[in-house]
């Protein structure tokens, strides 16, 4: 039978894990969500397009939520006098997070 301290260890591990886990998705979510953006509105490919994803990955670890690489990636659109909803925003963000934790998982 696993002792106290066993289980605590166990349950650390696991929570550290869940966490690398949970980090990486949301990176991986937010680069895909980059890369749309990029694409599909700001007309980049190849480089500039990973350049440009790795910028809005970057700009999620301003603040805590997702407001700090909203606030980027509508900025960018503004800039460029491209409207896009924020409701259409969300649907993808939520669509690249559903992908992005499928490949962390294959992985």
């Known amino acids: 039978m696993p002792t106290f301290e066993e289980r605590e ?17 949301r990176n991986r979510r937010n680069k895909l969500f980059g890369l749309w953006i990029a694409r599909e509105y700001l007309g980049l490919e190849g480089d500039e397009a990973l350049a440009y994803a790795k910028d809005v990955v970057i700009a999620d670890f301003e603040g805590p939520g997702d407001d700090d690489m909203m606030g980027k990636v509508k ?3 503004a800039a460029r006098k491209i409207e896009v909803s924020d409701h259409l925003l969300r649907k993808r963000l939520a669509e690249c997070e559903a992908e992005a934790r499928e490949q962390v998982r294959k992985e």
Request: aromatic letters at 10%.
């Open 9 to 25: 260890r166990s349950e650390e591990a696991k929570f550290k894990h869940d966490q690398e886990l949970a980090f990486k998705i």
């Open 75 to 77: 900025a960018d659109l």
